[in-house]
């Protein structure tokens, strides 16, 4: 199927050019197609179709090698988040019951105390042990074994959700949900013939699926273990990237070094993003500082991707705006998101009652806000757990956070509701001074209410050196909504 196909569309097209380049290797196609398929042979004879294959470690060679291999096996591949605690990575190697992990060597030690909890793994490989080699068929290869192709219902990866919103939850991305979604992609963002792709994100989110669709084009992907603006710009230059994707945080980083160094990325000519808001300050200083194409997306993991570019929806999925019956509504008016088709996510594993209630009559039930407007472009503008109910009146965090991104004083803002006595939930800000001195409370609600109705002026604002943010560039809101319950506590405990 096309999550491995097109790494074999390209080896057979030009076996020696470059697939992947790394800081200290080039690995080509031919080698590339090579190796996940000695490593889909192994991994076929000591686990059985439909086990899960975790993987624990940070953006490299090895990384794509499983995930190409670990499907083409007819096994689940599982990217874990490197950067939670030991513990948890254990936990979620448990909650899918996995039967093979593999790791780097860092990642390795790091869990080797946990891993005597991990009930189910019948082998734990580090990449670059002697085991790795003889797993890969060692420097001089080996035969590749014939596989079955897998059937589009397949489950081809299983990725844990951000949690930023709860508990994480392992999305069932099939074979043909992953599939769609890079036809989607290379609709909405046209792959050119001489396009180098510059992958700045960890592997471990659905983000990943940039690799596959790259080698689907034939075309080169430059690989970061993580992301540095130093050495993200110096990398984009030495290869001459062309396009990338970044969280708001990136953006921000690579604005920075650039404007610090005198320099620029002369062969950058699109930067797309979509994992958080843009702050429209940010955008136009990357439009100036750049001279880029700037393209926003639109999706999620259980949507194995994005399904609008520029808030123009993919041809190959159905986006409604619903109301809380699940009715449409018309251009202007907003409600929940809701998507069918192809791309959509077989369901969360071992979650049958939160399955059923996100992924209903072939819909799955977003949680976004939006609304399209009379030209068929859908906006995005907010979360439904983000809808604040103060006095009686809807207040939506996102159209306060970009009231508030407007202030000169403010670098960034958080939103959230929390409980009050009077109006039953009151506006709380989180706010990132730009300066010092920054703004005041009283400064903050001026500046909105000057923007927005008066009832969605911050009552309460806390001022703190920086928000807190997933792997993914979002504001991570549960945390923010513990920060306010512990602003609260220790409140009440000095009055």
Known sequence: ???????????????????????????????????????????????????????????????????????????????????????????????????????????????????????????????????????????????????????????????????????????????????????????????????????????????????????????????????????FAAAARQHRATTTTLAPTMLGALLDHLEATGTTIPTLRRVGYGAAPMHAALLDRARKRLDVHLTESYGMTELSGAVTFDGIPSPLAVIRVVGDDLTPLPAGVPGEIVVSGDQVAAGYWDEPALSSAAFQDGWLRTGDLGQFDDAGVLHVVGRLKDVIITGGENVMAREVEAALEQHPLVQAAAVIGVPDEHWGEAVCAFVVPAADPGPTAEDIGAHVTARLGSFKRPRVVHFVAGLPLGMSGKVAKDELRRWAEEFDSSMQQRS
């Not at 000591?46 to 291999?69: F, K, Q």
């Not at 990575?89 to 039967?99: G, K, T």
């Not at 014939?146 to 990866?157: G, K, R, S």
């Open 1 to 231: 199927m096309l999550v491995h196909d097109g790494l074999f569309r390209g080896a057979l097209r030009a076996p020696s050019a470059p697939a992947l380049m790394l800081a200290d290797e080039v690995v080509s196609y031919g080698e590339l197609a090579g190796t996940a398929g000695r490593l889909a042979g192994a991994l076929a004879s000591i686990a059985a179709p439909g086990d899960r294959v975790v993987l624990v470690a940070e953006n490299s060679a090895g990384w794509v090698e499983c995930m190409y291999a670990v499907p083409m096996a007819g096994q689940v591949f599982v990217p874990l988040n490197y950067r939670l605690s030991a513990g948890e990575l254990v936990d979620q190697v448990n909650v899918c019951r996995a039967s093979v992990l593999v790791c780097d060597q860092a990642q390795f030690d790091r869990l080797r105390p946990e891993l005597v909890r991990a009930g189910t793994l019948r082998e734990v490989v580090v990449i670059g042990s002697a085991r790795w080699a003889e797993l890969r068929g060692g420097p001089a290869g080996g035969p590749r074994r014939t596989l079955p192709a897998p059937d589009p219902a397949d489950v081809a990866w299983l990725i844990f959700t951000s949690g930023t919103s709860g508990r994480a939850k392992g999305t069932l991305l099939t074979h043909g949900s992953l599939g769609t979604a890079m036809v989607a992609n290379s609709f909405g963002r046209p792959i050119r013939p001489d396009d180098v792709y510059i992958s700045a994100y960890p592997l471990c989110h659905v983000s990943a699926m940039n690799v596959p669709l790259y080698h689907l084009h034939g075309r080169p992907v430059v690989l970061m273990p993580r992301f540095r603006a130093d050495v």
